[in-house]
């Protein structure tokens, strides 16, 4: 019988030290979380249920963090991802867990932000929504060009020579100065790869220099794919340091004989220094320079950087989540904060009485107007600027913008603005249909809204597999 008292011991979790985990969970981060004498230890390239062989890098009073070296079992939900660029690119960090975990792990971390940030005690989370294919679901994808490669794992192993001045593809996660060279990935479609093996056969054959953001020197920046799953359009969007109308002649040339599907090649102009990929210095090389695209029973014109759902067979299955949840009958007035383009305000607009769409992004509104009147929806109607000083003008309602019945938000990952939590609690709409992309400011928002509000349930969407990214809507409905 082992007598050592263990607690005597010095703990065998510090720097530098090697142990053995067993994982018990996948975390909101995309990283996975063991525990050693009852301490949080954090580390990634892990699946639940696997036991592994991992070295201490960061020792702190309440967790560590520890970097793997060798997985020992497996867990049983561990599966070979399908990408080779897995655990070099940062985009997928889940494709090594099974789809049906995912969605499991997902829901989790809903229970575990409304539990331990929100303070709920029992809270109604649904199962995830899952999507049908959890890949090829991007009507977007944004590459970048780089004149500094970075060699994925495999590359070094292999002992082939690469010339590492010319990448196009995806960044190395936290690197934003190096790029792997990409040459098939599997979350837009197969023409996408197409377009990117082309557009990187044309700038080798050409001699074309990626930009540096080390000497702002260099024509090629990034490319732009987005789709359209309505209509199967395509554009294509290459963003470059430069005109030189003779060369894009000939690229466009170049696309049109390796991917005919192509609908559209607009070329951005970025003369600026910050590496962002967007302008708006457009041409329109070929076709019509946007592409359409139906969501929720609208459609919508979608130009080269106009915002929209990234996967828009979810964002479907969300919308209506959302209006399932504002419960309208076609008698309410509502307001849709944080509207972006309109694509919940047109579809609410079908439901209710009036419907007013509140936006900061001026070009987005724009988009919005014409959007309403493309769908004939002339019960909707858009203001800009940012919500928190427009709720404060409106909370009185005006005759164009009456106090609302419902109240639907759909804010970016920091969550409602305080000030707007506050208006809302003046306001007191019946019901308040929560969208988010983030689940820890949801809770929190929800947590403060508990004061006026019940959270009806929580119904997780997966708009983003192999992820750990998780979308909700939150039904709140006024305490009698
Ligand atoms: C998650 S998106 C929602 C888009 C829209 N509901 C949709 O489904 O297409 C969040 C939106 O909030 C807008 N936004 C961010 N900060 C804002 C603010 N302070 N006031 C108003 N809108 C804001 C962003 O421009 C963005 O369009």
Redesign the pocket.
């Given at each position: 019988m082992d007598t050592i008292d263990r607690s005597t011991l010095p703990s065998p979790l510090k720097k530098g030290s090697e142990v053995i985990l067993t994982i018990e969970s996948a975390a909101f981060n995309g990283q996975s979380v063991a525990r050693y004498d009852g301490m949080a230890v954090f580390l990634t390239g892990c699946v639940p249920g696997d036991t592994v062989r991992a070295m201490v890098t960061k020792k702190k009073k309440s967790f560590a963090e520890a970097r793997l070296l060798e997985v020992l079992t497996t867990g049983p939900e561990r599966i070979p991802p399908r990408c080779k660029y897995f655990g070099d690119c940062g985009g997928c960090k889940w494709q090594n867990l099974e789809y049906k975990a995912q969605l499991y792990w997902k829901r989790q971390h809903v229970v575990d932000a409304f539990e331990r940030i929100g303070g709920f005690d029992e809270v109604d989370v649904k199962p995830t929504l899952g999507c049908d294919e959890p890949f090829w679901y991007r009507n977007k994808m944004e590459f970048s060009f780089s004149s500094n490669r970075w060699l994925t794992a495999s590359e070094i192993e292999s002992g082939e020579e690469f010339r590492k001045d010319f990448a196009l593809g995806l960044h190395a996660p936290g690197r934003f100065d190096k790029v792997i060279d990409v040459n098939e990935c599997f979350l837009q479609s197969p023409e996408s790869n197409r377009i990117l093996n082309a557009t990187r056969s044309f700038a080798l054959d050409h001699q074309l220099i990626p930009y540096s953001t080390r000497d702002h020197q260099g024509f090629l920046r990034n490319l732009v794919i987005r789709t359209s799953l309505a209509t199967g359009e395509i554009m294509v969007v290459p963003v470059t340091a430069d005109t030189n109308p003779p060369l894009m002649d000939k690229y466009v040339k170049h696309i049109q004989e390796n991917v005919p599907e192509v609908t559209t090649i607009v070329l951005a102009v970025n003369r600026k220094k910050a590496q962002v990929a967007f302008s708006e210095e457009l041409y329109v090389l070929y076709g019509p320079g946007t592409i359409t695209e139906q969501i929720a029973g609208n459609t919508f014109t979608i130009s080269p950087f106009s915002?929209?759902?990234t996967n828009p067979k979810q964002g479907n299955k969300l919308y209506e989540q959302a209006l399932l949840a504002a419960d309208l009958t076609g008698e309410e007035k509502v307001w849709?904060?944080?509207?972006?383009?309109g694509?919940?305000t047109l579809a609410a607009a079908r439901q209710a009485e009036t419907v007013v769409g509140?936006?900061?992004?001026e070009g987005?509104v724009l988009d919005a107007r014409a959007n309403a009147v493309r769908n004939n929806t002339p019960n909707a109607s858009f203001i800009a600027?940012?919500?928190?000083d427009v709720i404060a003008e409106l909370e009185g309602g005006t005759s164009s913008t009456p106090r609302p019945d419902v109240v639907i938000v759909?804010?970016?990952r920091a969550g409602l603005?305080l000030d707007v939590v506050s208006s809302l609690l003046r306001l007191l709409p019946e019901r308040i249909c929560y969208?988010s992309?983030n689940p820890t400011t949801q809770a929190r928002d929800c947590g403060l809204l508990t004061e006026a509000y019940n959270v009806e349930y929580i119904q997780p969407v997966d708009m983003f597999p192999q992820t750990y990214h998780i979308e909700t809507v939150a039904k709140l409905v006024r305490k009698s």
């Open positions: 915002f929209f759902q849709d904060l944080y509207c972006g383009a694509t919940i509140v936006e900061l992004n987005a600027g940012d919500l928190k759909d804010p970016p603005h969208v992309c």
